[in-house]
Every structure is written in C-alpha cells, then in structure tokens.
C-alpha cells in the first residue's frame, strides 16, 4: 500500500459513486492530525487502496462538515478535558469529528493519469492522502499534454459551492503550471463572471 | 429499376427545414457537405429508387465553444478546448440544410421534385462525380456542341467539368453579369474560345467598347483551334477607323436620334424628303439629302427655317461624323461567317456613336436572317446570312440601357424576343445590372452570375431572371475572382464553377497604376528662383 504523504483521514462513507465522506483524523487518532490548511477546500487528495492494487483514485476536496456526537449529553464527564482523557482512558475516540467530501476526479496507475471516475470504488476505511505539488502536476499531465479533464465533471457536480471550488482549483493549477496562466485564468475568469455577475443576478 | 450503387453516406435525415422543398441532416463533419454541395437521398415511389438530387444550401454547427473560450483573441480555443476534454476529436456535429433539385428525368433531361421530403434517419448521399456530370449538364467534355467553361467549384478535386450546351445558349440568349473586375470579360473570352474550337465553328460579332477581346487572335495558330479537315479559326479586328455606317443604312429614326434638337416639324420634312429619295435609289447620300431640301426650301417658303435647322444640323452632326460615310460599307457577310469571330474594336466611339454602329448592324443582321429564314427579298442577295449568328454585346447596358430609349435597345429587345426564330443569338456583358433594362434582361434565358455585391444590381437580377433563387443571391458576395454561377437553360440546375484558363491571353487586365506612374516619372526640372520672391512671403 503507498501512503506516501500526509495522512488526513479514512472513507467512511460514499455518497454517490463519485463523492465519499472522510473522517478526517483528529489528535487522538494521530500526532499530529493533519492541519487544517491540509485538508482545506479544493485540496488534491488521493485515495489508496488497502487491497493494494496499483491504482489510487484522486479527489477534490468539495465540502467538509463538522459534528460533535457528545454535543447536548447532559450526564457527568470524569475527565474534565481531552488531555485527562487520553490518560484516563487511553482507548477514547473522540466524539468530535471533522468530515470532508470528496469528489473522485480520476485516477493513477502506476503513474499513468486519467482524468475520468473509475468503474470501481474505493472501500471503507481506505486512507485519504495529501497530494504534494509534484504529484498533483504529475496528474494534470495526461499523454505529456497538460489536461484539466474532469472540468466538466466538476462544473456539472451539483452543489453552491461547484464553482468557488473550480475557481480554487484553477488558481492552484496556475501556481503550479506557470506557463499556462493565461488558459487558466481565462478559464477562471469565466468562472468567476458565472459565480459573481450571473450567480449574483439571477436569484 | 434503377440499380442503386453504394456512395459514401454523409449524413442522417433530420427533418423539414424551413421552405416546403427544404429538409436538414445531421453530419459529423462539413468536409463534404460544403455550402453550393451536391447530395442525394433515395426517394422510393411505386418499387422505384430514385435518386433525388438536392444543393447544400446551409450549414450549422450544434457543437461551438462557448463566448468564454473565445475571450481571449491570443490563446488558440482548440488547445484551451483539448485540455479541459471538451469537444474531444470526433465531437463536432452539424446541421445541414438541403434544397431539393428533384430526381433527373433522362427521358426529358429535366429534374423533376418528388414533392415529399425524405424520412427522418435516411441517409443522405454525396453525389458522385459521375452522376453529377451526367444530370447538371446537357453536354459532355468530349461532346460537339459543348462549351466547356471550368469546373465544379465544390469538387476541386475531381475535376468534374461544367459543359454549357451551345444551342441551348445561342438560341435562348445569355447574360454575363459580374462587378468589374470579377472575371467577367475573362469569362467572356474562354466562352469565345469554346464557341471557335473545331467542334463547334461559331460565326460570331463582338461588339467591344473597351477593346479587350483583341487577343482572341492568339487562337488562330494555336494547335488546340485547328480542325483535322484543315478548319483554322478566324479572328478579325475591325479597329475603330474602319468602322463606317453608310448613311443610307440608317433608319429614320436613328438619323432623327442624331440631329439634337430637331423639331416635329424638321421630322415631317426630313420624312418627305428621305421617302422621295428612296423611290429614286436606296443607296442615296447626305449630299443627296442636302440637295433635296435645298431645292424643297426654294418652293416651300414656309418651311425656310425650318429647312434652314435641318441643314445646319445634317452638316454638325452628321456630315462632319467620321463614322457615317456616304459610299463605305461593312459587308454582313464579312463581319459573319461560320468559323469566324469579328471584334468590333468601338474603344475610340463616342457612346452615341457605339449605340448606333450596334443599331444599325443589329437591325440589318435581324432583316438579313428574316429574309434567309423566311424567305423573303427584303435584303440584297449580297447582305444575306444564311446561317445563325452568335452576337455578344460587351458593356450591354450601354446599347440596352434601363431608362433611356436608344435605338440599340428597340433592336436588341426583338433580337431577344424574337431572335431564336431567325437564329441570331445574343450574349450580353454588363457589370451594372442595375442599369440594364429589366425586359432586356430577363429574355436572356441562360446567366453566368459573377461577384456582385451592389445590392442595386443584385436585386435587379432577383427581379429579372426567373432562375435566380434567393440562395443563388446569397451566393453571390462571397464568389472571389474567376468563380461564377451558372443557371438557366443552359444548364440542367445552377451549378457553381470555377472558370478555366484562358487559352489566349486575356486582354482586359488591369493595369497596374503603380507601374505606370514608376516608368512615366521624370526628374522635376530646375526650377529658376532669381524672379522668385523668395521664401517668407505670405501668399496674399
């Protein structure tokens, strides 16, 4: 199995065939738990597989949820914070979770890239990795051509925050792919005009 | 039956398009659904198959790239597409808009509209090379009696020549009509090359204002004119200074058209006098005239001044004009042969004096053929044609103006109506259409359409001729140089073509001003200053 990268968490549900929720791992679980800006909106993310075939699904991160499953329980607590409690007692899950939803854009194998959903799914407790610059630049270049295949798929996914996400992403592309910042600015900036102008009217 | 071959399928019938005898498809690609292309579908009609013939006449892509693609004028939209996976090769998609010509009747050489649409899902053919030679034109290449104009200008691949049948244009008259600088004398002088190949030996009058089809002459030597039984063409140059008209031979109102400003009265007179002479002899001289009314004023008092007028105007205008002379004539049989082409170089004729030369030869072509045809003794033995002749009037709305009442015009106007009768062909050049008369227009049965953008001239021509649909109009803006449309009886439906190299050189080029103006400068002489007031000093 390649983990290579920065654990930020494990499926714990699928939504759809192409949008998963991942719990995100919390300081009880790791140390150190991803920080926030590692799993932030818009992140690149890349599912491995605990089968250990050579194919990793890669996602975006679309959305993120927060939930606290001790919230409104009125009975005594014997520990009075998380640090007691982790001494107190050592095989305390916390309560407290962070989800992100990730949306599968494509995938690799062995370092081959498609921008395409695959057929197959990733399976529960699979582990979301951080992908590092390198390998997000490795995945947008399909056939030695840089690509943004899965544009479409991700304009198309149904939600308010379709197009700030595109529009993240794009700025992240050309941050890194400085040599086509003017294809994906103009790419962004129709974006932009649908999000502010349009988006903005039309209600 | 008909046995159906298999041509490539370009498409799928959608349905109705927006005129009862127009229907869409639907084609991956537009490579061979070209606008002006030709396409059929299979229209089955009591166990016949029949191949209907119909004209690509719009093409609309369903598949664009969206406005934001196309901000930015630097960035290619095919890389910014190719990136993003849209429009993906093999994506593109378009719809089609067909006109039905109608499936071709060999029996009668015509289309003939099926009056149904295809089904939606048919397949719609491209037509193949052979049957579009065999339905859009009455003559082969290698037939008599063809002229071989060019080739279709939707398969410039193929090589499919547009062959116009001879007969059909020289009896039913054709129009070329084309804004200058278009091809239009070019054109012009390959139907002139066609019309004197071996095969065809045509006995033709050109009447040309601007003295351009004087290279035809190249011809005569050239080994693709000479016939096998020892036929060689003619081409005769008749320069200006050798264009007379006898004076007897002008009607009498020509003569009246002459004398400007002459009365009614001057009319009736100069009627009398001319009727007098006449009886005595047809060939009589201004002289005679002169000499007639000399002697008329001595008795008739009352009409002194007005004699005196009719005097003063025959020597202004008429004895003092070089092209009328009193004994030199142009022989008809001369000017018309078989095998012949005579240019009637007119480049150094007043206007005035090109509308009477093309009357006067006109109207004695026309009685000449009358009598040859109808056997009559209206003309001298001397002056009879008996064979057809092939006219082509260069400028054509000089001598049949749209609103001016000349004497060529009432000639030409019975040549057009009534010329195939007699035999006498007509081709009429024009770049103004708009200037043309509509009536003289509209009997020329056949058109070669050029570029013309001037929407004056473009809707004299939807108005006059019966062929000119409103997509052969639209057409017409976008044909760059030496490219035309053909309709008219001429031909089976309009076909567009590109018009062939001249053989001979074509003597209507443009010159190039800059040229000129680089041979003709001179150094600017010293100039001598001492008287100069020098420089410094106001004007005023």
């Given at each position: 199995m390649h983990t290579m990268g920065l654990h930020v968490g494990t499926i714990v549900r699928g939504a759809d065939h192409v949008t998963y929720v991942v719990h995100v791992m919390g300081p009880v679980e790791s140390d150190p738990g991803p920080k926030p800006e590692d799993c932030s909106f818009g992140s690149f993310v890349k599912i491995v597989p605990h089968d250990g075939g050579s194919?990793?699904?890669?996602?975006?991160?679309?959305?993120?949820?927060?939930?606290?499953?001790?919230?409104?329980?009125?009975?005594?607590?014997?520990?009075?914070d998380l640090r007691s409690m982790t001494v107190l007692f050592p095989d305390f899950i916390d309560e407290r979770v962070k989800?992100?939803?990730?949306?599968?854009?494509?995938?690799?194998?062995?370092?081959?890239?498609?921008?395409?959903?695959?057929?197959?799914?990733?399976?529960?407790?699979?582990?979301?990795?951080?992908?590092?610059?390198?390998?997000?630049?490795?995945?947008?270049?399909?056939?030695?051509?840089?690509?943004?295949?899965?544009?479409?798929?991700?304009?198309?996914?149904?939600?308010?925050?379709?197009?700030?996400?595109?529009i993240r992403v794009l700025g992240h592309l050309a941050r890194l792919f400085p040599a086509r910042v003017d294809m994906l600015r103009l790419l962004r900036n129709a974006l932009e005009y649908r999000w502010r102008v349009e988006g903005g009217f039309s209600s | 039956m008909t046995a159906i071959t298999t041509p490539a399928i370009t498409g799928r019938v959608k349905g109705a398009g927006e005129t009862t005898y127009e229907f869409t498809y639907i084609s991956p690609s537009q490579e061979r659904s070209k606008v002006g292309?030709?396409?059929?579908?299979?229209?089955?009609?009591?166990?016949?198959?029949?191949?209907?013939?119909?004209?690509?006449?719009?093409?609309?892509?369903?598949?664009?790239?969206?406005?934001?693609?196309?901000?930015?004028?630097?960035?290619?939209?095919?890389?910014?597409?190719?990136?993003?996976?849209?429009?993906?090769?093999?994506?593109?998609?378009?719809?089609?808009?067909?006109?039905?010509?109608?499936?071709?009747?060999?029996?009668?050489?015509?289309?003939?509209?099926?009056?149904?649409?295809?089904?939606?899902?048919?397949p719609v053919y491209l037509t193949s090379k052979e049957d579009l030679v065999?339905?859009?034109?009455?003559?082969?290449?290698?037939?008599?009696?063809?002229?071989?104009?060019?080739?279709?200008?939707?398969?410039?691949?193929?090589?499919?020549?547009?062959v116009l049948d001879m007969d059909r244009f020289t009896s039913t008259h054709m129009a070329v009509l084309a804004a200058t600088g278009s091809g239009k004398s070019y054109t012009v002088g390959v139907i002139l090359e066609e019309l004197m190949r071996p095969v065809n030996r045509a006995a033709v009058l050109v009447f040309d204002p601007h003295g351009e089809y004087g290279t035809l002459r190249a011809i005569e030597a050239h080994p693709k004119f000479q016939g096998h039984d020892g036929y060689s063409p003619v081409v005769r140059v008749v320069k200006p200074g050798d264009i007379h008209i006898k004076f007897s031979e002008l009607a009498f109102g020509e003569l009246v058209r002459m004398l400007e400003g002459s009365s009614?009265?001057?009319?009736?007179?100069?009627?009398?006098?001319?009727?007098?002479?006449?009886?005595?002899?047809?060939?009589?001289?201004?002289?005679?005239?002169?000499?007639?009314?000399?002697?008329?004023?001595?008795?008739?008092?009352?009409?002194?001044?007005?004699?005196?007028?009719?005097?003063?105007?025959?020597?202004?205008?008429?004895?003092?004009r070089k092209l009328i002379s009193d004994s030199t004539h142009m022989r008809l049989p001369d000017l018309l042969k078989p095998g012949q082409a005579t240019i009637l170089d007119m480049v150094e004729l007043e206007e005035r004096d090109q509308q009477l030369t093309t009357s006067v030869l006109l109207n004695r072509v026309l009685k000449s053929r009358i009598s040859v045809v109808r056997g009559m003794g209206i003309v001298q033995e001397e002056e009879k044609l008996e064979f057809p002749v092939f006219v082509v009037l260069e400028e054509g709305h000089r001598f049949a103006p749209a609103n001016d009442d000349s004497s060529s015009k009432r000639v030409l106007k019975t040549i057009l109506s009534e010329g195939r009768k007699f035999g006498i062909g007509v081709l009429i050049v024009s770049q103004r259409?708009?200037?043309?008369?509509?009536?003289?227009?509209?009997?020329?049965?056949?058109?070669?359409?050029?570029?013309?953008?001037?929407?004056?001239?473009?809707?004299?021509?939807?108005?006059?001729?019966?062929?000119?649909?409103?997509?052969?109009?639209?057409?017409?803006?976008?044909?760059?140089?030496?490219?035309?449309?053909?309709?008219?009886?001429?031909?089976?439906?309009?076909?567009?073509?590109?018009?062939?190299?001249r053989i001979a050189e074509h003597g209507g080029r443009s010159a190039s001003t800059g040229k000129e103006w680089r041979a003709k400068w001179k150094p600017a002489p010293v100039v001598d200053r001492k008287f100069d007031d020098g420089p410094g000093k106001p004007l005023y």
């Open positions: 194919m990793n699904f890669v996602g975006l991160i679309v959305d993120s949820a927060l939930m606290d499953r001790d919230a409104l329980r009125a009975g005594p607590r014997l520990a009075p989800l992100v939803y990730v949306m599968i854009i494509g995938f690799t194998t062995d370092g081959d890239a498609r921008h395409d959903f695959p057929d197959i799914t990733p399976s529960l407790g699979d582990p979301v990795i951080k992908m590092a610059d390198d390998e997000v630049k490795a995945f947008h270049m399909v056939g030695g051509a840089f690509k943004v295949g899965y544009y479409s798929q991700a304009i198309g996914y149904k939600s308010a925050l379709t197009l700030p996400l595109m | 292309e030709y396409v059929h579908y299979v229209h089955r009609a009591g166990g016949d198959e029949l191949r209907v013939l119909c004209r690509v006449t719009a093409i609309n892509p369903l598949r664009a790239y969206p406005h934001e693609m196309l901000s930015n004028p630097d960035l290619d939209p095919v890389l910014i597409a190719e990136s993003i996976n849209y429009l993906p090769e093999g994506m593109e998609l378009y719809e089609i808009t067909a006109q039905i010509v109608g499936f071709f009747d060999d029996r009668n050489k015509t289309f003939v509209n099926p009056r149904a649409l295809p089904r939606t899902g048919d065999r339905w859009l034109f009455f003559k082969k290449p290698e037939d008599d009696w063809g002229i071989d104009i060019g080739t279709l200008l939707n398969r410039p691949g193929e090589n499919v020549r547009v009614d009265k001057m009319h009736y007179v100069l009627r009398e006098v001319l009727q007098e002479l006449r009886k005595k002899s047809p060939n009589y001289a201004t002289d005679d005239v002169i000499a007639a009314l000399k002697a008329r004023r001595d008795v008739v008092k009352t009409e002194e001044s007005t004699i005196d007028g009719l005097l003063w105007r025959l020597h202004e205008f008429v004895k003092n259409p708009a200037k043309l008369d509509s009536d003289v227009l509209s009997q020329c049965m056949s058109q070669i359409i050029m570029r013309i953008t001037n929407p004056m001239d473009q809707q004299n021509i939807k108005n006059s001729v019966e062929h000119v649909s409103a997509e052969i109009m639209n057409e017409l803006p976008g044909l760059t140089r030496g490219q035309a449309i053909v309709t008219g009886d001429a031909v089976t439906t309009s076909v567009m073509v590109q018009v062939r190299e």
